[in-house]
């Protein structure tokens, strides 16, 4: 599976950005999917999952409410919706996909990521 992220950018504090992952290659409607971010100096941390069939989420407790991640299993494409962001979701985002969904948290168990995005939010 290859992963392309885009739709970072900057945006003031209380916007809004939508994040997207393009993938191909294998099925990708048999992995699940997940947004990590690492901000300035810190490691990568989980931000949202998604499962296959996209029934199935968990966001991290700093952007429960605020963030949404979707996904179009036709289109072979993953969103992450963030509204109401704050200067503290300043990081650089990846799109990753994994065969299951164990340890979702953990970036090691993801086996495969996109790029990149950098979102900055000014204050």
């Known amino acids: 599976v290859q992963l392309q992220a885009s739709g970072g950018g900057l945006v003031q504090a209380g916007g809004s950005l939508r994040l997207s992952c393009a993938a191909s290659?294998?099925?990708?409607?048999?992995?699940?999917a997940g947004w990590f971010r690492q901000g300035p100096g810190k490691e990568r941390e989980f931000v949202a999952y998604?499962?296959?069939?996209?029934?199935?989420?968990n966001y991290a407790d700093s952007v429960k409410g605020r963030f949404t991640v979707s996904r179009d299993n036709a289109k072979n494409t993953v969103h992450l919706r963030m509204d109401s962001l704050k200067p503290e979701d300043t990081a650089v985002y990846y799109c990753?996909?994994?065969?299951?969904?164990?340890?979702?948290?953990?970036?090691?168990?993801?086996?495969?990521w996109g790029q990149g995005t950098l979102v900055t939010v000014s204050s």
């Open positions: 998604i499962n296959w069939g996209g029934g199935g989420t």
């Open positions: 290659g294998r099925s990708f409607r048999n992995y699940s």
């Open positions: 990753a996909a994994q065969f299951g969904g164990q340890d979702y948290w953990r970036p090691s168990a993801w086996g495969y």
